[in-house]
């Protein structure tokens, strides 16, 4: 058996409603296994919720007992105590300290959304306790990612005694010391792996080994709020906050977390799912300034869902990076001057547009010349591109894009001068690429590389790119075209044309993220549906469907349910619609 099909994700191998090939010719497949549907009926007989609900949490691992929080996630119901984070007492309590004493704290973030999300989020809290902080984002290109030793001495001059590092500084040990022998204390707030050794610091990371918090899937963000509330907790038995200085209403900014956490692309489950329920609310109500003046730019009308944090507005926060003003994004969310907000937000607006406009003529040059390499008859198991032009920021996008294009692992190469060129890879479920890169190195193909099955980065000689993409024909040509011939669409449930009523709406989006369903018999719930679901519901509120989809989609449900039948299956079954 090839290493490729041994990777295909185990599913069901159960052929759905006995579709072999649909229209677009793939077979479908039922999601969810014998236990999953075992799972899905005893969720629907317990919570009493739509079967088609129930199978699309089986089919998502979400258990019996779990579906009450998933379906309603409060911050209440699933925020911890802060002190099952290690190291969060310690913490707490320098933060405090810095606060009651008023001393001047460093904020060091990051460049992408995360990083700009977790900075404001505490620099708003410390302002509130009037301490005006100094915030360092650096620059992607000159200063690179996490702390280095120059911006450290810089805020040591400022006159920092306290570091807090956040969505960075797990690994910065050598940074990390320099700012201790400098004289300051130092917090690491992050979620990035650690290693054994961590730097000389208090380190509140839920992923470190000794973290027994079971918060991993935070974002930075998420874990500054629980910080936040910690603080926050320290400063109230300590008389902290007077009618002069009033406590902060901290569920308040879980706008500034949700567009944190759905920007860094963590799972939404557990708590994170709480946190972008309530931030969403919290951003309906318009309150952050800088967020409000960035969906005005954005033009966004009607009520901000977590596609609009992901795709409208975390854009225009990273676009101020491309003018070398990674801060302008931070900037915008911890200000509260509607003026300020207006310039930032409208420049943030044109960098990204700018971006926008560089990414579309990469994008074509990239087609263009994979279509040239790929020949009419598209022969060829990968798509490898290279220009000299490209920005290495962008090249992940053009693989991703490529490969949806050509189904097929795609790469698409910056070639920078001096002859190397940094490069990043996608692949098609089933070919695993990151074991294939890693090869590539080994076998001193590549200068460097790694990667997950799905996505590999790699960095590679100019004059040894021919070389590259003749391995990877003969490595990957039988596991694409094996990967290539079984592309099942994975099913969660069928509706009958019938059963897909205006009463019973849905939404599917596009990515793993909460969606609201709700039914006759829920009337506000979350649920997930996978990118493979295309919705055909004849609702307004469904999104747009392509004509020919829901041309293939109504045949589809024609053909499978016979008019009898899905009467009766209508009255009990909510159910999405795919096709393929
Ligand atoms: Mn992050």
Known sequence: MSAALALTPKVASRLFLGVERSVCGRPWRDRLDERATTRALAIAQRHNVPE??????????????????????????????????????AAAMRLADAMTRGEQVAIFGDYDVDGATASALLARFL???????????????????????????????????????VDCGTASIEPLAEARRLGLDVIVIDHHQADERLPDAIVVNANRLDDLSGLGHLAA????????????????????????????????????????????????????????AKGLLAL???????????????????????????????????????IGRADLGSLLLRTDDPVEAGRIAAELDRLNGERRAMEVAMLEEAQAEASAALGIEE???????????????????????????????????????????????????????????????????????????????????????????????????????????????????????????????????????????????????????????????????????SRSAKRCCKAAVRRCMPPARSRSTAGTAASACSCG
């Not at 879980?254 to 956490?261: E, K, P, Q, S």
């Not at 960035?294 to 676009?319: K, Q, W, Y």
């Open 52 to 89: 088609l609900l129930a199978r699309i949490l089986a089919g998502r691992g979400v258990e019996v007992d779990e579906v009450e929080a998933f379906l309603d996630p409060t911050v209440r119901r699933l925020m911890p105590d802060p002190h099952t984070v290690t190291a969060m007492e």
């Open 127 to 165: 302002r509130l306790g009037g301490s005006e902080p100094i915030v360092h984002i650096p620059d992607r290109i000159f200063e690179g990612y996490g702390p280095n030793v120059e911006a450290i001495r810089a805020l040591a001059d400022r006159g920092a005694k306290l570091l807090v590092t």
């Open 221 to 276: 963000v998420g874990l500054v709020f629980i910080t936040v509330v910690a603080v926050n907790r320290v400063l109230r038995t300590r008389g902290f906050w007077t009618e002069a200085r009033p406590e902060p209403d901290l569920l308040g900014w879980l706008d500034i977390v949700a567009l944190g956490t759905v920007a860094d692309v963590v799972p939404l489950k557990g708590l994170n799912r709480a946190f972008v």
């Open 284 to 322: 309906r109500r318009r309150d952050n300034i800088g967020l409000t003046a960035l969906m005005d730019v954005a033009r966004l009308s009607g009520p901000p869902e977590p596609f609009h944090l992901g795709f409208l507005l975390g854009p225009r926060i990273n676009a101020g990076g491309r």
């Open 379 to 545: 022969k060829g198991a990968v798509v490898v591109t290279a220009a000299a032009n490209w920005h290495p920021g962008v090249v992940g996008l053009l693989a991703a894009r490529l490969k949806e294009r050509f189904n097929r692992p795609a790469f698409a190469i910056a070639l920078e001068p001096g002859g190397i060129g940094t490069g990043s890879g996608r692949s098609i479920l089933g070919v695993d690429l990151g074991k294939t890169v890693r090869r590539a190195v080994t076998e001193g193909l590549l200068l460097k590389g790694g990667g997950h099955a799905m996505a590999a980065g790699i960095t590679v000689k100019h004059g040894a790119l021919a070389e590259f993409r003749a391995y990877l024909e003969r490595e990957l040509a039988e596991g694409v075209t094996a990967a290539r011939a079984d592309q099942a669409l994975l099913i969660d449930g069928a509706v009958s044309a019938a059963g897909a009523t205006r009463s019973r709406w849905w939404r599917c989006p596009i990515t793993w993220s909460p969606m609201p369903i709700r039914s006759d018999q829920t009337t506000s719930a979350y649920g997930c549906v996978p990118a493979t679901a295309r919705c055909s519901a004849p609702s307004r509120s469904a999104p747009p469907v």
